[in-house]
């Protein structure tokens, strides 16, 4: 049997682009070019690409008048259509020998590490409107995603079942009966390349429905598993209109729904297969990773510089558009004032504009819905004086692109919706205790907001870590000692979060991938029977 070497990282050999290196002007050019005309994006279904009626621009959201690309969008026929031709590749693929089907994912791996690099960077960089780093860290990130993912696959082709004398017993482990719908959010390019792929790797067939707001960056993907000899239909693109999911959510042969989004949208997707249940040849499985209110406890002990470094980087890095970006933190008295007077220092210097000018270190919210709900929380923290107090930021601009400051404010109550809701912008919402309060706080904290998914623990007294391990053991899916609560990475930090944050699936490990197997189990009799009697008959 072939095996597959325990995978290292991409993460590990990120790019810099510091001045002077050849990267960085590597990294220029493609940034000029990519913007020289806009690049006209088609569907691509059963292999073949679709141009529509229904043209929508993609536009840098730090330079909204920049028009990257123009996507053609599925209509309910193309839709059906895709459907058709994924099912139909799906009797080749899911028979193809699983070498062959990991190798694809594999040569994609080392395309986008390698060759495709740069212009995979530059295209994050102007659809999504992060800085290199963050460009860098996310594409390492799919390609931890398709490597390791072919490590697991690997595994769960390993497991097998106990033999006895006189039989033989295998699992065939089959991929779902169906095609799986894959719906990503806009803000990790690597979770729009890994919802489609991560069934497919075992053999599934998908329809990959990408973000409005990202459809270039997603589209790169794509082209890249297209370069890496990935067989028409197996994996379909299709940008469209979230009002028209039905067309695939309603269809019999829907086997399952790769979700990463809010909380809300997976709440009416489960609601309409629910509704339908019985039309269904198979029981829908859906994986669904949703919100955070993410929280950063820091106990009296803990480090001042790098509480407030952590808290920097961990609330404001991406503009706060992380799942795991830290949203909440709780505070103590003592050191309120050091950690207060840290951030309103070097919050308003942090760089903020376009990210093409690679000396801005933080760039635009995605789109005008996301800075208008951002917004109206700004709005609503002002206009509730007696229990909100902005302590820094709080101004944003949107005359050429869609920019929110880093934003920090004390919440004068330990609850309430500053502290309750997910805000997904660069806001900070402290909550200041008393340091003898330590563990009531913690239980505050475990209580206050309905999600789960990542959390942080800042003290250098070996008692207080435990005791927060302790009370917070149901309050995040990913929770980090000393530690900023963003960043995971495929294999060491496998990701996702419980209670309303999702069904917890930890994405890039061997528990995403058993969702997409349904393993048919088989028996051989080496010697079958000849007489029908038991024994007790005498
Ligand atoms: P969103 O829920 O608005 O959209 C997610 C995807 O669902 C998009 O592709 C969107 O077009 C699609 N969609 C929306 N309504 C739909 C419908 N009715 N039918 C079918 N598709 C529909 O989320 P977003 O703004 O793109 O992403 C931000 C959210 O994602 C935040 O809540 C964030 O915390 C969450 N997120 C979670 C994780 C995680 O791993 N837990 C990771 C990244 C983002």
Redesign the pocket.
């Known amino acids: 049997m072939w095996t597959v070497e325990r995978p290292v990282n991409d993460v590990n050999t990120i790019r810099s682009y510091s001045p002077g290196t050849p990267e960085r002007s590597g990294l220029e050019e493609e940034l000029a070019h990519l913007q020289a005309a806009p690049l006209e994006i088609p569907c691509v279904i059963g292999g073949r690409e679709v141009r529509t009626a229904e043209v929508v621009d993609i536009v840098r959201p730090d330079d909204r008048a920049t028009v990257l690309a123009r996507a053609h969008l599925a209509g309910e026929a193309d839709l059906r259509e895709a459907v058709a031709d994924a099912l139909r590749a799906h009797d080749r693929w899911s028979r193809t020998d699983p070498y062959h089907r990991i190798a694809v994912f594999e040569k994609a791996a080392a395309l986008l590490a390698g060759p495709r690099r740069t212009r995979n960077i530059a295209a994050i960089m102007l659809n999504q409107s992060k800085n290199p780093y963050e460009a860098e860290i996310d594409l390492a990130e799919l390609v931890d995603f398709w490597t390791f993912n072919a490590y697991y696959a690997r595994q769960i082709y390993d497991l097998q079942p106990f033999q006895y004398p006189g039989e033989t017993n295998r699992f065939d482990w089959r991929p779902l009966e169906g095609f799986v719908l894959a719906?990503?959010?806009?803000?990790?390019y690597s979770?729009g390349g890994n919802l489609p792929t991560a069934p497919a790797i075992v053999g599934n067939v998908s329809l990959w429905?990408?973000?409005?707001?990202v459809v270039l960056a997603n589209y790169e993907i794509y082209r890249v598993l297209i370069e890496a000899g990935l067989p028409a239909g197996v994996v379909n693109f299709v940008p469209f209109p979230?009002?028209r999911?039905g067309a695939l959510?309603d269809h019999p042969d829907l086997a399952g729904i790769h979700?990463?989004?809010?909380?809300?949208?997976?709440v009416?997707?489960w609601k309409r297969v629910g509704a339908q249940l019985e039309q269904y040849r198979n029981f829908p499985r859906i994986v669904g990773?949703?919100?955070?209110k993410d929280f950063v406890f820091v106990h009296p002990s803990a480090d001042v510089r790098s509480t407030v470094v952590q808290l920097v980087r961990g609330a404001f890095e991406y503009q706060g558009?992380?799942?795991?970006a830290c949203s909440r933190a709780y505070i103590p008295e003592s050191l309120w004032p050091a950690v207060s007077r840290a951030l309103a220092d070097e919050l308003p210097h942090l760089p903020l504009g376009p990210v093409d000018q690679l000396s801005n270190y933080l760039g635009a919210v995605?789109d005008e819905a996301?800075f208008s709900t951002i917004d109206g929380y700004l709005t609503y923290a002002r206009d509730h004086p007696t229990e909100y107090e902005i302590v820094v930021g709080g101004e944003t601009d949107r005359s050429r692109g869609w920019f929110v400051r880093p934003t920090v404010i004390r919440s004068r109550t330990p609850r309430g919706k500053l502290m309750e809701e997910?805000i997904?912008g660069p806001v900070l919402t402290v909550y200041v205790y008393p340091d003898d309060q330590y563990a009531a706080t913690l239980d505050l904290c475990d209580t206050t907001s309905p999600y789960a998914?990542t959390g942080a623990i800042f003290a250098s007294d070996r008692e207080a870590l435990r005791l927060a391990e302790e009370r917070l053991r149901w309050s995040a899916g990913n929770f980090y000692l000393n530690d900023k609560p963003t960043g995971a990475v495929v294999g060491r930090q496998p990701?996702?979060?419980a209670r309303r944050?999702?069904t917890n699936d930890k994405?890039g490990s061997i528990v995403n991938l058993l969702r997409w197997v349904s393993p048919r189990n088989v028996k051989e009799n080496l010697v079958p029977p000849t007489d029908w009697r038991r024994p007790f008959l005498g």
């Open positions: 719906i990503p959010p806009f803000n990790f979770i429905k990408p973000s409005r707001a979230s009002a999911a959510i979700f990463t989004g809010s909380y809300r949208t997976l009416e997707l990773e949703t919100g955070g558009q992380k799942c795991s995605i996301a997910e997904f998914l990701f996702g979060g944050s999702g994405a």
